[in-house]
């Protein structure tokens, strides 16, 4: 009698072949970013991820795409996201972003990481720390993740949608949240289901 995970393979090979491809397909993320010169950081998350980059004046379409990210956000960026102001480009498709639920990420200009890594308690000007930090604060409060552009490479789909007709063990083993969702009639093997009852993630159907 086989076993659940050579059941699981063999139903991988046969859905790749019915697809006609040898991969998976890939999710798609929103890249946003005003600089030019972040080609090295984008190119960590293209084994991973289809890329749509967003420039300024960008139109955009939020099908199909499973999660966004923001390249070197800075410090009047971060400010007006936490206000909730659409007045520039960027902070009008923050909020666009949260109207349609989509989870969000974001890197920290590097001089913008340097002040909130300041100690706010021996620093002259406390109070002016203290106003960045919440700013900060606020921005994760509405539930975006911050990431260091150093671990782009371990950069995740979180809480959001997986494209494949297959889900696997390893698909749940690699999801950053506590929520999936997928397509009508995707197919989630026995022990993806047994994975995902473990590590407390609830999968939704669309």
Do not use: C
Not at 28 to 51: A, H, Q, R, T, Y
Not at 55 to 82: C, E, G, T, W, Y
Request: no cysteine; charged share 25%.
């Amino acid at each position: 009698m086989m076993d659940s995970k050579m059941i699981e393979t063999i139903v991988k090979e046969v859905i790749s072949q019915l697809e006609g491809i040898g991969h998976s397909v890939k999710p798609k993320l929103l890249v946003v970013s005003k600089e030019e010169g972040m080609e090295g950081e984008i190119n960590v998350l293209l084994k991973d991820w289809e890329i749509v980059r967003v420039h300024n004046q960008s139109k955009i379409s939020f099908n199909d795409i499973q999660q966004a990210l923001f390249l070197n956000v800075h410090q009047d960026a971060l400010a007006r996201m936490a206000a909730g102001f659409t007045d520039t480009h960027e902070s009008k498709l923050f909020a666009d972003l949260i109207y349609h639920e989509m989870p969000i990420t974001m890197t920290l200009e590097a001089s913008l990481q340097k002040l909130l890594d300041v100690n706010g308690k021996t620093h002259r000007y406390p109070n002016y720390i203290k106003k960045i930090v919440t700013f900060k604060e606020t921005v994760e409060g509405f539930g975006v993740n911050f990431q260091s552009v150093n671990t782009l490479k371990a950069f995740k789909m979180q809480d959001s949608q997986i494209l494949k007709k297959l889900i696997t063990q390893e698909d749940i083993e690699n999801l950053v949240g506590k929520r999936l969702t997928v397509k009508p009639r995707t197919i989630i093997t026995p022990l993806a289901k047994d994975k995902a009852r473990e590590l407390g993630i609830e999968i939704y159907f669309t």
